[in-house]
């Protein structure tokens, strides 16, 4: 499982946060052709390490620069297993819980603040920058200890805490590896990746 340059490739998704909006919306990116939680004989099962998730927030249909007076804000994240499909923003509610640390499908979350939010005026953000808006993350995984996905499908979520003035898109990268897994560490992985 240790991060090897030569076995690491990237997936990506997104997903467009509608204008004057509320609660949530997500991308769901298939992984079936990546993971295999069943070991046969001598073959072992497989699983998505995730080393790193990269995020970007573009504004409009062609993720142009925010504009300065943008109000939105969000939470974001990404979430193994959860299988909730493609839904348009407004079409699901997602809870806090699921952007907890408590909560074992995590594999990685943020908040994003718009330049004119309450927030970012404040100045009390103290986190990293997404194309120049303050942004927190939470938590991500990392080349030491990767997130390893045993499902077959991760979700690219958010939900809107003050409305966007304009339509905005919300993209992940993730730096992945396909990993071998003995079957001590596949059944851990399953139990704890359990919707």
Do not use: W
Request: charged residues 15%; glycine residues 10%; hydrophobic residues 35%.
């Amino acid at each position: 499982m240790a991060y090897s340059i030569k076995d690491v490739f990237y997936l990506s998704t997104s997903a467009t946060i509608a204008a004057g909006t509320s609660n949530g919306g997500s991308a769901q990116l298939d992984l079936s052709a990546y993971i295999d939680p069943i070991a046969r004989g001598r073959t072992k099962g497989t699983g998505l390490a995730v080393y790193k998730a990269y995020f970007s927030m573009g504004q409009a249909t062609d993720g142009e620069p925010i504009d300065d007076a943008e109000v939105g804000t969000c939470r974001f994240g990404l979430q193994a297993g959860l299988g909730v499909g493609d839904v348009a923003t407004g079409g699901i509610s997602l809870t806090t819980s699921q952007y907890a640390m408590t909560n074992a499908l995590l594999v990685s979350s943020g908040d994003f603040y718009g330049p004119k939010s309450m927030i970012a005026n404040a100045n009390t953000t103290t986190g990293t920058m997404i194309n120049g808006t303050p942004t927190m993350q939470y938590v991500s995984p990392s080349e030491d200890v990767p997130y390893v996905i045993v499902r077959d499908n991760v979700c690219l979520t958010y939900e809107v805490g003050e409305q966007f003035t304009s339509n905005h898109i919300l993209s992940v990268r993730l730096e992945c590896a396909q990993i071998s897994l003995d079957q001590a560490t596949l059944n851990q992985l399953l139990r704890t990746q359990t919707v």
